[in-house]
């Protein structure tokens, strides 16, 4: 079994042949960039942890090769630079790379996005994240990912935007991003 296909159940009708032909797509792209030189991982925990070796986030790596991770992304085309970043920097932290070569594989459109984040690059991106995320008095700003956020149901921030729509009973907006949406 291929490294995508072994992932795959045995049987499940929600996986359609367009799946089957957009995970196809992505392991050629996948078997196209890796180097014969570093071992191919699929799902790998990344972590990052503080000096005392505290965890402070972790992530899974669809596909890393030394120091290249692949990240197949099967729905929209999003600013994963954070997340990237975020990989990249444990990836650098774990075992002591420079730089890391993204490539976000967006099997719904037959796209590669490369590019490469160096640990100067996400290491300060990453502590103020942290920094912010710890902040008990931080506002939380809405923004794409919101649906991924297990503070969604009771979110000020997003309890403003659906308060906004609902005052001005205004239903067909000029955009739906959470982020888009004015809070008056």
């Known amino acids: 079994a291929t490294m995508f ?32 030189e570093h071992e191919v991982e699929v799902e790998v925990k990344l972590t ?3 000096r005392k070796f505290k965890e402070l986030y972790f992530g899974h790596g669809d596909v890393v090769n030394g120091p290249q991770l692949f990240d197949l992304k099967t729905g929209e085309q999003h600013a994963y630079w954070p997340q ?20 976000l594989l967006y099997s719904r459109f037959y796209k590669v996005k490369s590019y490469t984040i160096t640990k100067e690059q996400a290491e ?13 008095g931080a506002e939380p700003t809405p923004n794409e990912f919101c649906g991924w956020c297990k503070n969604r149901p009771a979110c000020p921030a997003l309890k403003e ?24």
């Open 84 to 103: 990237m970043a975020g990989y990249a920097l444990a990836l650098c932290d774990e075992r002591g790379y420079k730089q890391v070569d993204v490539h």
């Open 124 to 136: 300060p991106l990453i502590n103020d994240i942290l920094v912010r995320v710890e902040d008990p």
């Open 48 to 50: 990052y942890s503080d």
């Open 5 to 36: 296909e072994s992932r795959l159940p045995l049987y499940d009708e929600t996986i359609t042949d367009d799946d089957h032909e957009r995970l196809k797509w992505a392991k050629e792209q996948v078997d196209l960039r890796v180097s014969d």
């Open 161 to 184: 935007r659906v308060d906004a729509i609902a005052v001005q009973q205004k239903w067909q907006l000029e955009s739906y991003r959470v982020d888009e949406i004015a809070k008056d």
